[in-house]
């Protein structure tokens, strides 16, 4: 079955450490990924989305993300995180073709002041 | 803006009630999808729909139902709730067909369901 993986459950950052949070995931065709960020009390939004082009894509709140086919990797990145960076992230994917997204277990990010 | 409402932020039903858990969007988009979320095991797919009276079952169907009369409403339904069904439910919504996979999914602000 196709699956996600984020290895980081949780992790603790001091303000303008930088952020790299793991996504792999299992499917071997095309592949539509995405990274949420949920802020406490907040609906899931999307921080950035890829689906072709170039594997290197930037999204809101200074976040990006790097598509590496070969490792079937895409880990989201934040040279410098601050105190308002503190949510809960998800990676997903959607196989083209396909009406499910399947979502990792989300990693919870606190960033300390 | 999209905006997807779920009727309830907070609900504290007992065993064995029926539970109705409503959903609507305002984006007009085929696809409307139920979610809970519970800690350490992320989002974890309970019904999908793709069209009005059409659904499918995801990954934990036990327990719940769903049903779709008109394209902007989704709704859960949990036939005789017990306590393992305490969780945060979220609904979703996105636009298409399995051609419009790369768009992503907009959320509710979810309902924290609690069976005492």
């Known amino acids: 079955a196709q699956s996600v993986s984020q290895h980081n459950h949780h992790v603790i950052l001091s303000e303008a450490a930088s952020l790299e949070l793991g996504c792999n995931y299992s499917?071997?065709?095309?592949?539509?990924l995405f990274w949420y960020v949920q802020y406490p009390g907040q609906h899931l939004q999307l921080l950035l989305k890829?689906?072709?082009?170039?594997?290197l894509v930037k999204g809101i709140k200074g976040f990006e993300a790097e598509f590496i086919k070969s490792k079937f990797s895409f880990n989201l990145r934040k040279p410098s995180v601050q105190w308002s960076d503190t949510a809960e992230y998800f990676c997903?994917?959607?196989?083209?073709?396909?009406?499910?997204?399947?979502f990792g277990t989300g990693t919870r990010l606190k960033v300390l002041a | 803006d999209v905006k997807v409402t779920q009727s309830s932020r907070y609900l504290v039903k007992r065993t064995g009630e029926k539970v109705f858990l409503e959903c609507v969007q305002d984006?007009?988009?085929?696809?409307m999808f139920w979610y809970r979320q519970d800690p350490g095991l992320g989002l974890r797919l309970i019904y999908f729909?793709?069209?009005?009276?059409?659904?499918e079952k995801g990954d934990i169907p036990e327990g719940y139902s769903v049903s779709r009369e008109k394209k902007e409403r989704f709704s859960l339904i949990l036939e005789s709730a017990s306590t393992n069904q305490t969780s945060m439910y979220l609904c979703?919504?996105?636009?298409?067909?399995?051609?419009?996979?790369?768009?992503?999914?907009?959320f509710g602000d979810g309902t924290r369901l609690s069976i005492l």
């Open positions: 997903a994917t959607r196989p083209s073709g396909t009406y499910k997204y399947i």
């Open positions: 499917y071997g065709g095309t592949v539509n």
């Open positions: 890829y689906f072709s082009g170039d594997p």
């Open positions: 984006m007009d988009h085929e696809n």
């Open positions: 729909s793709y069209d009005v009276k059409m659904k």
């Open positions: 979703a919504s996105s636009p298409g067909g399995t051609a419009y996979s790369n768009q992503p999914q907009h």
